[in-house]
């Protein structure tokens, strides 16, 4: 079992920044691929980006690319979501998430262990 914790949302306007933080207390991830999801109000959950272990691999919605880098620190347990160029549809719930190392980090269906999410709000 892996927990994740989120931090770093809030309230933003349009066009600004956050930088979101995932970290595993008490546990290391290194040897996990790991991701950010989101979920907006009435809309299914969405994956954002994704990272190999070993950081050589990462994976990004399109809808974000040139906008948001994903990175992670495995000797602090922490993956990050950069995300600048801030729109109103980025507004959601993001969710941290961690995969096995064998899987695939570019499928959605292989996160197995989850945050309880951080809220991201952009307002115009």
């Known amino acids: 079992q892996v927990q994740l914790v989120e931090s770093g949302g809030g309230l933003v306007q349009v066009g600004g920044s956050l930088r979101l933080s995932c970290i595993a207390p008490?546990?290391?991830?290194?040897?996990?691929?790991m991701g950010w999801f989101r979920q907006a109000p009435g809309k299914e959950r969405e994956f954002v980006s994704g990272i190999k272990w070993s950081s050589s691999s990462k994976y990004y919605l399109d809808s974000v690319k040139g906008r948001f880098t994903i990175s992670r620190d495995n000797a602090k347990n922490t993956m990050y979501l950069q995300m600048v160029s801030l729109k109103p549809e980025d507004t959601a719930v993001y969710y941290c998430a961690a995969a096995s190392p064998e899987s695939d980090y570019r499928r959605p269906a292989e996160y197995i262990y989850w945050g309880q999410g951080t809220q991201v709000t952009i307002s115009s």
């Open positions: 008490g546990r290391t991830f290194a040897g996990y691929n």
